[in-house]
C-alpha cells in the first residue's frame, strides 16, 4: 500500500499546490497533481473559470467548496468505521482529495447530500462486504463468465492517455434470452460487486503503481451500440443495466472519466439530442456521441494509444474477443453459443476442426423441458454421438433463482473434430410449448 501523503491545505485544493504550503511553483510539489494539465492551466480558460471537466477537482475548489471539504475532512475521521470504508472503496491509494472530491461533486458539494449518499452507499453494499464482494466470479454469477460476456460482450481492455482503464461494452448485441438461460438478476449482481472491487479496483490501484501520478480514479467507457434495434431496448434488457447503475451510481460515484458512443443508430442519436438538454454541463460534457467509424477511431486514437486499442477498433492491441475469452474455463480454446427458441424441434451444427475436441452443455429454465441428442451432422447415416438426454429445470421459477444446466456430452466425452456436430432438441411438450434453451460449445486442442 502507498505511503499516506501529507494532508492537502485549502490553498492546495484551490491553486494546484498540492499538499501541504509548498508554493505552486515548487519544482518538489506533490506528484499526486493531475497527470494531464487541467483546462485553466493550458490557457485554455480566463484566469479564475474553471472548465465543466476540472470543476470540484483538487487545485479547482472555490474557497465555498473548500470549507465543505474540510468539514467532510472531519467528519470522515470522527465517524470512521463502515462510513469511511465506504468513501475509501478502492483504498487508500486514491489519495484523501481525489476520494472525497469525487463524492462531493457526486452530490454538488451540498455536504449533508454527500453524507446521506455515503450512508445509503454504505447500506447498500451491508450484504456483499460480508462476502468479502464475491471474489469468486464463477460462484457470484453461477456460470462461467465468459459466456456471460459472449452473450453480452463487455471487457477492460487497455488504458487511456490518461491512465484510466478503458471499458469496452456492446449492449446492441446484448441477448437477454441466453443471459437468461444461464444466470439470475441476482448472479448479475453479485458479479459486478465482484466485477467493481475486485476487477476493475485492481486495475486501479495496478496502474498507480505503474504511475505515482496517477490520481483519478475513473475510466473511459466506450459503448459500441453497433446493431442495436428499437426492439432490444425491452424492459428485460434495461433491468440488466439498471441493475449495475444503480449500484456505481451510488457506491461508486464520479469514477466515468469519458463516455464515447459509437456506431449509434439514428433513433438513438435523435433522443440524445433531447436527454443532453436534461443533464447537468459537466455530466454532458463527458460524453461523445459519434456513428462515423473514421470519426470514431480518430477520436479513440486522442483518448488512447494505438498499442493499448483493441485490434477490432483500428488499434494493434488483443482484438476484444480475445480478452474475452481470457475469463474462459482452463484449456479452452474458443467457445460457440446458440440459442434454440424451441417448439417441438429444432436443431443446430457445430463446426469441429482436427486438432480440435468439443463439449456441449445446455442451460435453461424451461420446466416443461427437451430431449437432446447429438449426431454426425455429415451424414444422415452417421454416428450418434449422445442420445435422449432430458434437460429440464427442475428449481424454482422465479427470476432471481437460478436456472440449470445439463452437460450432455457426459457420457460420451469430449467429441473429437474434424467434423459437424448437430445438436437436436426435441420439446416434451410438442407444438404447444415453447421455452429457450442456450447451447454452449466449448472447444479444446486435442
Same mark, same amino acid.
Given at each position: ?135 469468486? !466470479? ?26 484510466? !482503464? ?143 486499442? !483493441? ?91 437460478? !436456472? ?43
Amino acid at each position: 500500500m502507498a505511503e499516506p501523503s501529507k494532508e492537502w491545505t485549502a490553498s492546495a485544493l484551490q491553486h494546484h499546490d498540492g499538499p501541504g504550503d509548498a508554493p505552486a511553483d515548487d519544482t518538489n510539489k506533490r506528484a499526486g497533481l493531475l497527470h494531464m494539465p487541467t483546462v485553466r492551466r493550458l490557457g485554455k480558460q480566463k484566469k479564475g473559470s474553471t472548465s465543466p471537466m476540472d470543476w470540484g477537482m483538487p487545485g479547482e475548489l472555490t474557497k465555498e467548496e473548500v470549507d465543505v471539504f474540510m468539514k467532510f475532512r472531519e467528519i470522515v475521521e470522527q465517524r470512521g468505521g463502515e462510513f469511511r470504508n465506504t468513501i475509501y472503496s478502492f483504498s487508500e491509494e486514491e489519495g484523501e482529495a481525489y476520494t472525497l472530491c469525487r463524492w462531493l461533486r457526486a452530490r454538488k458539494f451540498k455536504l449533508n447530500d454527500v453524507v446521506a449518499m455515503i450512508e445509503e452507499a454504505t447500506e447498500v453494499r451491508k450484504e456483499a462486504r460480508l462476502k468479502d464482494f464475491y471474489p469468486d !466470479p464463477i460462484e457470484a454469477l453461477g456460470a462461467d463468465p465468459s459466456i456471460y460476456l459472449a452473450l453480452y460482450p463487455q471487457c477492460y481492455s487497455g488504458v487511456a492517455k490518461t491512465g484510466a !482503464p478503458v471499458f469496452w461494452s456492446k449492449p446492441g448485441v446484448l441477448n437477454v434470452d441466453g443471459m437468461e438461460c444461464i444466470t439470475s438478476l441476482d448472479g448479475i449482481l453479485k458479479y459486478h460487486w465482484y466485477v467493481m472491487m475486485h476487477d476493475y479496483a485492481n486495475r486501479l490501484r495496478s496502474q498507480k503503481v505503474k504511475d505515482p501520478e496517477f490520481n483519478r480514479f475513473e475510466c473511459v467507457a466506450v459503448m459500441d451500440l453497433d446493431h442495436l434495434t428499437t426492439a432490444q431496448v425491452s424492459q428485460r434488457a434495461l433491468n440488466i443495466i439498471k441493475t449495475q447503475t444503480a449500484i456505481d451510481s451510488v457506491c461508486f460515484p464520479e469514477t466515468m472519466q469519458k463516455m464515447l458512443i459509437i456506431n449509434a443508430p439514428r433513433f438513438f442519436s435523435l433522443s440524445w439530442k433531447i436527454i443532453k438538454g436534461w443533464i447537468d454541463q459537466r455530466t454532458a460534457a463527458k460524453i461523445e456521441i459519434i456513428s462515423s467509424r473514421s470519426s470514431w477511431e480518430k477520436r479513440l486514437k486522442e483518448l488512447v494509444d494505438k498499442d493499448q486499442l !483493441p485490434s477490432d477498433y483500428g488499434g494493434t492491441g488483443p482484438n476484444t474477443k480475445v480478452t474475452q475469452m481470457e475469463n474462459a474455463s482452463e484449456g479452452v480454446r474458443k467457445m460457440h453459443t446458440e440459442l434454440m427458441h424451441l417448439r417441438a424441434h429444432a436443431s443446430h451444427i457445430f463446426d469441429v476442426a482436427a486438432g480440435e475436441e468439443m463439449e456441449i452443455t445446455v442451460y435453461t429454465r424451461g420446466t416443461t423441458g427437451a430431449i437432446f441428442s447429438i449426431v454426425d451432422g455429415a451424414s444422415k447415416k452417421g454416428t450418434t454421438y449422445v442420445d435422449n438426454v432430458d434437460v429440464t429445470h427442475a428449481g424454482p421459477t422465479d427470476e432471481l433463482s437460478p !436456472p440449470s444446466s445439463v452437460l450432455i456430452t457426459e457420457s460420451s466425452g469430449r467429441i473429437a473434430g474434424p467434423g459437424k456436430i448437430k445438436v437436436r432438441a426435441d420439446s416434451k411438450g410438442g407444438r404447444f410449448s415453447a421455452e429457450n434453451f442456450l447451447l454452449v460449445a466449448k472447444v479444446y486442442k486435442q
